[in-house]
């Protein structure tokens, strides 16, 4: 019964990342001014990462991160930490799931790449709404241990989220808010979406420097995004896009999806 057990966390655990196709690293820049995260989200990569900090001297002051996300329980200790530390969190390329809600959010200052993605697509409030769609991707016999796993978790997660976002002073609504009706249809066809610098600020994300000081425009690689740049305003980045702008959604998803 235990091994059963087992093997359905490990089935939710995948269930509640984004697959990720290298193997994490974790390094201090040749300068030693900063840490250099690669790779998914996991506690052993955390681990080594505390431990590259603490042995460090001087202290370094920037987390430097290229992550598609990983466990909710292994970014939100990693964003409790990186608060802790008041680090700098810097994001040359892509920021996504779990990476963008608990790490970059809790930051002291960020920076982004001109062309950086930073990726939602939901947190533990959402968790509950996706129940469906997990279950069916395991046999019935299955269902019921992960539906418990499930509920167990966002329990106990979900908790730890709210105190979290309380503390870092962000509102916790940026994890869903991609979610709401307006954007279904994007969303059915992209499933991720991201903010303008403005809704960001809106939701307490603020303090961002563009690197080279110039204007950020997120370029998707392999799925286009939800754009939302202000309350009840919103466009669609196609992926694969070469301008620096965003399109209406009804206009990017009639071209064909990677």
Known sequence: MKAAWQ???V?????LSLPVGAQTTVDLSYSGSALIYKGELDAAANQRLFALYEAATPKPTTLVISSSGGKFS???ALGEWVFAHQL???VPTHCHSSCANYVFTAAARREL???AVLGFHGGMADAERQLPQRL???SAAQQPALRQALRDMMVRDGAREVAFFRKIGVDRRITSYGFQARYQA???VYGV???SLAMLKYFGVDNIRIHDDELWFPRPLNRGLLYITAPDVFSCIPAGTRNDAPVACQQALAMPQS
């Open 88 to 90: 700098v969190v810097n």
């Open 186 to 188: 994007p969303m059915q």
């Open 193 to 195: 979406w991201t903010y």
């Open 136 to 138: 069916a991707t395991v």
């Open 113 to 115: 790449g001109y062309h």
């Open 74 to 76: 292994d970014a939100l």
């Open 7 to 9: 093997q359905v966390f």
């Open 11 to 15: 089935l939710v655990v995948a269930l």
